[in-house]
Nanobody, 113 residues
Framework: QVQLVESGGGLVQPGGSLSLSCAYS????????MGWYRQAPGNERELVAS???????KYSDSVKGRFTISRDNAKNTLYLQMNNLKPEDTAVYYC???????WGQGTQVTVSA
């Protein structure tokens, strides 16, 4: 059984920052690659950041240089630090393994003046 609980979303002005957390449990805790996905209204869900072996990371071009993913295996928690947020970052953010398994509820991030 997989459980994913995302938190930390909210409303922020352009240029602002947010920190997302994801507590995960079950078989996904052993996943080699974990990632943050997002889905904006009318768009498909996309993988924006992934991490493996603790320090290896990969980012989509749209967030590179602004977002930082990290993982605490001892706490079974995944993090996403988001800086210099833009209106186009507005979406529901989800954590999951890559490839993805069962989805959590996600956390809403809204970037607006």
């Amino acid at each position: 059984q997989v459980q994913l609980v995302e938190s930390g979303g909210g409303l922020v002005q352009p240029g602002g920052s947010l920190s997302l957390s994801c507590a995960y449990s079950g078989s996904i805790a052993n996943a080699y690659v974990m990632g943050w996905y997002r889905q904006a209204p009318g768009n498909e869900r996309e993988l924006v950041a992934s991490i493996w072996l603790m320090f290896n990371t990969k980012y989509s071009d749209s967030v590179k240089g602004r977002f930082t993913i990290s993982r605490d295996n001892a706490k079974n928690t995944l993090y996403l630090q988001m800086n210099n947020l833009k209106p186009e970052d507005t979406a529901v953010y989800y954590c999951n393994s890559d490839p993805a398994r069962a989805w959590g509820q996600g956390t809403q991030v809204t970037v607006s003046a």
